[in-house]
């Protein structure tokens, strides 16, 4: 491979070198510039695209920061004082001018000339976001924006006390791991009951946050949010029947692996009943997993990893270690979950997660590192705009990376054993996490199918939903409280609405690539680097045909994937 992780910061031609974000008055004249500009040739369009890419650029990677800043500390109310300053006084000034420079280009004579192949899907996305365009919601989005912060802010200061000290939730879950049934009891009933503690408070959010964006849709001329939601996420290539489509192959096709995966766990631990707190554990006198003990060796270990898979790889984290551009362990004040966050001008992007020492941590950081290496192939593109892949496509570089990984994780697990029990507990989470996004998609349309219901109606609802994905093979009697609310772990539900489904699809991908590596793993890298440097230059089903994929999740293609990741499952 020839690529590079010796990333450079985008050079400016438009905008100074020394300009920064600081206010609307010294912002508001360049893109007064762009919109006043005269545009008489397709030379004068080009240029003056490249010009709102740099634009683009500063102001995405400018917001990018607030929010990382924030979230990698809840507790400072100067970070959170700027997030909300850029979200209610500058984003609200901002989406007119975007408006306006999105008719221009439309408008313009010489747009017809550029590249059909290159813009297409550039000029698609901003046809639909003038479609979308509504002045009335600029102050409901800014208002949005904001509130979705609330619950990084509500999570960041959860924390249980095991043993005499204080542990945030996410560094709570390895005693679920420890061997002592009694300890993995309590410590899943504190967890549980300190979530419940802020369930009302939580609901109270989730409420106003589905009262908002119902309105939003509406203004829009949409029956519903959700409907609204998938033209805002540019799912082009399917609809809500695709999805619906999916939750019934899932009940058809993997919940029968993941209530056999169940059955089989109860036997090897010698239990009569199975409870929630047993999910992660080992029969006695097997230590559970302990990969790393400290953000900087995760780091290291992950960069060996990576090199050993393909030197590239490795190179662009050792870059954004060098770089400043990682935060992974979990500590009181900061928000959970993880994330990776492309940065539009300086290229190497920030990888955000909470690890606590487990085999889930290695997942998630050669997860995140997958959409990192995603964002160092598409640097290259000449427009920010080219640069924004479907969500789709983003997981399936980051899914695949977990199974692609694996062929060296004697990096993170030395001895032999214990590397087959880490491959056989991931090859059984790649099963088991199609429940889970299936339940989290169906109940999202349910929500915004109604948006106006009561707690207790969507509690009910929730329960019902939930139950169809739930294996008979756990007991959850004397759960019910922790049970109505478990939906409120999952942060994508209030920061990110509807961005789940991409998960399943992905994860067909991604297994599909597994398939490919498993054969030829030149080839099957070469499909993955391939599909993304293109970035978002192409439709979703032409990037997962650039990897060599089918874009299909029927319920006949899911069931042969299943079988395959059984068979390799048998095979350790």
């Known amino acids: 491979m020839n690529f590079t992780a010796d990333i450079k910061k985008l050079p400016r031609h438009f905008l100074p070198e020394d300009f920064t974000l600081r206010d609307w008055e010294t912002t508001e004249p360049y893109f007064q510039n762009l919109a006043d500009r005269v545009l008489d040739s397709r030379e004068a369009l080009e240029q003056w695209l490249k010009d709102v890419s740099e634009l683009e650029a500063v102001v995405s990677e400018d917001a990018c920061w607030r929010q990382i800043r924030m979230t990698c500390d809840t507790e400072n109310k100067e970070l959170e004082e700027a997030f909300t300053f850029f979200m209610m006084e500058l984003q609200p000034k ?4 975007a408006d306006q420079l999105n008719r ?6 010489f747009t017809q000339e550029l590249d059909n192949k290159q813009y297409f899907t550039y000029l698609r996305n901003v046809k639909k976001n003038i479609d979308l365009f509504r002045e009335e919601n600029i102050p409901l989005q800014a208002e949005l924006n904001v509130m979705q912060q609330q ?4 999570s960041g200061k959860m924390t249980v006390v095991v043993n005499g000290q204080e542990f945030t939730l996410q560094q709570a879950t390895k005693f679920l791991e420890d061997p002592d049934r009694s300890v993995r009891e309590q410590v899943y009933r504190a967890i549980s009951d300190r979530r419940f503690q802020d369930h009302k408070e939580l609901d109270v959010l989730y409420s106003n946050l589905v009262q908002k964006r119902n309105e939003v849709a509406r203004n829009a001329g949409f029956s519903n949010y959700r409907d609204y939601r998938f033209a805002e996420l540019g799912r082009f290539d ?9 939750h019934e192959a899932v009940k058809l096709h993997v919940m029968p692996l993941v209530d056999r995966l169940y059955a089989e766990k109860k036997k090897k631990l010698g239990l009569d009943v199975l409870r929630p707190w047993d999910i992660e554990a080992e029969p006695a006198g097997i230590e559970p997993l302990r990969p790393f003990k400290t953000g900087d060796e995760l780091t290291q270990k992950a960069i060996v990893c990576f090199r050993k898979l393909e030197p590239f790889f490795g190179d662009c984290l050792a870059k954004m270690k060098e770089m400043g551009r990682l935060d992974l362990e979990s500590r ?10 492309p940065l539009a001008e300086t290229g190497a992007p920030f990888i955000f997660m909470n690890a606590a020492g487990q085999l889930d941590d290695v997942t998630t950081m050669v997860h995140e590192g997958g959409h990192a290496i995603h964002s160092f192939l598409s640097h290259h593109l000449q427009l920010s705009g080219f640069k924004e892949y479907p969500t789709e496509i983003a997981e399936v570089a980051s899914m695949a990376m977990e199974l692609f990984s694996m062929d060296h994780w004697e990096v993170f697990f030395p001895d032999a054993a ?3 029990r880490a491959k056989e507990q991931q090859l059984e989470r790649v099963i088991t996490i199609f429940p889970w996004i299936a339940t989290i998609d169906k109940f999202q349309h349910w929500v915004y199918e109604n948006p106006v219901h009561t707690v207790e109606e969507r509690v009910k609802n929730w329960r019902r939903i939930l139950e169809e994905f739930s294996s008979p093979e756990i007991d959850f009697s004397g759960l019910e409280d922790y049970r109505n609310y478990f939906w409120h772990r999952q942060l994508h539900l209030f920061e990110v609405p509807f961005y789940y489904i991409e998960y399943g699809i992905a994860q067909l991908g991604a297994i599909g690539l597994w398939m490919q590596f498993k054969q030829n793993k030149k080839d099957a890298l070469g499909n993955y680097t391939r599909a993304l440097e293109l970035g978002g230059t192409r439709t979703l089903p032409e990037l997962f045909a650039a990897a060599g994929l089918s874009f299909d999740f029927s319920p006949g293609y899911i069931s042969g ?5 059984k ?6």
């Open 238 to 246: 399917y609809n809500k029947d695709a999805c619906y489509q999916f």
């Open 151 to 154: 619950f990084g802010v509500i």
């Open 94 to 97: 901002i989406q007119p001018f």
């Open 418 to 420: 214990e590397l087959k």
């Open 561 to 565: 994937l299943m079988d395959f990741v």
């Open 567 to 572: 068979k390799e499952a048998e095979s350790l």
């Open 332 to 341: 009181k004040g900061k928000a959970p979950g993880g994330y990776n966050c």
């Open 104 to 109: 221009k280009l439309i408008a313009c004579p």
